[in-house]
């Protein structure tokens, strides 16, 4: 599983840097930390969500994008779950996740933009699954280097793990 989607990512990123390579005006890549505080139910056994991510914006009219977006994030364990895991013989501190979303940025005022991604969720544990990932954000671009975005997030599988998340990156 995790040699297809390691495939998968690697061919989103090759075909998206192929088309970026046949558009003079194109967009920009982004590479950026991603935290997050969960809420609900996985807030049980988690709290902090951590990663990164690489994101491509790619114009499609005056101030409209098209993104794509694929990252890393691990769930962190709480120690008291942590615990009760070494006591079952399991030493993990946290949960990996590899997010992949395709969505929209629209450009209010100035550096001021609206956000709206979906995509899947790919757990890099072994018979972890895939959930359907749906995120609603804004943020602001400080001289079209450097950008923070905030958003509500919701992976959903069986249930749902939710998230406010923050992401600062840098574009290039």
């Known amino acids: 599983m995790k040699k297809i989607l390691l495939?998968?990512?690697?061919?989103g990123i090759t075909a998206v840097s192929a088309l970026a390579q046949t558009k003079s005006d194109g967009g920009k890549f982004s590479a950026g930390f991603e935290s997050g505080i969960l809420f609900g139910s996985i807030s049980d056994i988690s709290t902090v969500a951590i990663g990164g991510s690489v994101k491509y914006?790619?114009?499609?009219?005056?101030?409209?994008?098209l993104t794509l977006t694929a990252g890393y994030t691990n769930l962190i364990y709480k120690s008291d779950y942590k615990e009760i895991l070494k006591e079952l013989g399991v030493d993990k501190s946290g949960e990996g996740y590899?997010?992949?979303?395709?969505?929209?940025k629209y450009y209010l005022?100035?550096?001021?933009?609206?956000?709206?991604?979906?995509g899947v969720v790919f757990?890099?544990?072994?018979?972890?699954?895939?959930?359907?990932?749906?995120?609603?954000?804004?943020?602001?671009?400080?001289?079209?280097?450097?950008?923070?975005?905030?958003?509500?997030e919701a992976w959903s599988n069986n249930g749902t793990v939710s998230q406010a998340a923050l992401r600062i990156a840098y574009k290039f």
């Open 123 to 152: 757990s890099t544990e072994s018979g972890g699954g895939t959930a359907i990932a749906y995120s609603p954000g804004f943020g602001y671009t400080w001289d079209d280097r450097v950008e923070l975005g905030a958003r509500y």
């Open 109 to 118: 005022s100035g550096g001021f933009f609206g956000e709206a991604q979906g």
């Open 98 to 104: 590899v997010p992949v979303k395709l969505g929209i």
């Open 57 to 65: 914006d790619y114009p499609i009219a005056d101030k409209t994008f």
């Open 7 to 11: 495939s998968l990512i690697i061919s």
